[in-house]
């Protein structure tokens, strides 16, 4: 018996560390101060490529991770991106599954969303 409850409060308590674990990484996801994620600043000259990103990206309609404004000149706040051919700041590629961010695509108020 003594086993069983050895056990089940062990079984708990990786449970717990494994719950907990997730919810840090979700909210570390984008660093709100510095709007970076891997360190790479998410702003500026971005490149889209169908291999060798530097991030995997999924476009949703709600609970982004970054709010995304498309601009043709200055992307130089959190969250503008310039969409270039070549000299990118950094390159994304598309995906439906196993992002490394979620998106949300917008006319105004980029950024990391509250």
Same mark, same amino acid.
């Given at each position: 018996?003594?086993?069983?409850?050895?056990?089940?409060?062990?079984?708990?308590?990786?449970?717990?560390?494994?719950?907990?674990?997730?919810?840090?990484?979700?909210?570390?996801?984008?660093?709100?101060?510095?709007?970076?994620?891997? #360190?790479?600043?998410?702003?500026? !000259?971005?490149?889209?490529? $169908? /291999?060798? +990103?530097? *991030?995997? @990206? %999924?476009?949703? =309609? &709600?609970?982004?991770?970054?709010?995304?404004?498309?601009?043709?000149?200055?992307?130089?706040?959190?969250?503008?991106?310039?969409?270039? #051919?070549?000299?990118?700041?950094? !390159?994304?590629?598309?995906? $439906? /599954?196993? +992002?490394? *961010?979620? @998106? %949300?695509?917008? =006319? &105004?108020?980029?950024?990391?969303?509250?």
């Amino acid at each position: 018996m003594k086993d069983w409850i050895n056990l089940a409060a062990f079984a708990v308590a990786l449970l717990m560390a494994i719950l907990i674990s997730t919810v840090v990484n979700a909210e570390d996801k984008v660093k709100s101060e510095s709007c970076t994620y891997k #360190d790479f600043k998410l702003y500026g !000259k971005v490149q889209i490529v $169908d /291999s060798s +990103p530097d *991030l995997k @990206v %999924k476009q949703v =309609d &709600a609970f982004a991770d970054l709010h995304v404004q498309r601009v043709d000149a200055f992307p130089d706040a959190c969250g503008k991106w310039q969409i270039v #051919d070549a000299f990118p700041n950094f !390159k994304v590629q598309f995906v $439906d /599954s196993f +992002p490394d *961010l979620e @998106v %949300k695509f917008v =006319d &105004a108020f980029p950024g990391v969303p509250e």
